[in-house]
């Protein structure tokens, strides 16, 4: 005689929770943001990579301001003036463009 398997479905139900009308203080459903957050979400809508953008201006400032001093230093050592002065005058100009784009980028905080 053959066995007969009697196999059962199990059927799993999940309690729903019940909607209750929303009170004025009651954040709206799918929002787990604390006010700081949604705060600097705004912010980052209104400039997007603004941090990244101020990390490379102070970067590229701090090399500008590197290469000067070498090339300073290497102006007062007697090094040829053809070459040297205008690689000192370029890197002078990459360090006011940096500080003035990052001067830009503060002040548009700001407003």
């Not at 007697?78 to 370029?90: C, D, E, F, K, W």
């Amino acid at each position: 005689m053959a066995a007969h398997h009697s196999y059962h479905r199990q059927t799993l139900i999940f309690a729903m929770p019940q909607s209750s009308p929303q009170t004025p203080n009651a954040k709206s459903p799918g929002s787990s943001l604390t006010e700081a957050q949604r705060k600097q979400l705004r912010a980052e809508l209104k400039a997007p990579y603004r941090g990244l953008r101020k990390f490379f201006y102070i970067a590229f400032a701090g090399s500008a301001f590197v290469g000067a001093v070498v090339f300073f230093f290497q102006l007062l050592a007697g090094n040829t003036v053809t070459t040297t002065l205008p690689n000192l005058m370029l890197q002078l100009g990459v360090l006011t463009l940096m500080l003035w784009l990052l001067w830009l980028e503060r002040s548009r905080e700001h407003t």
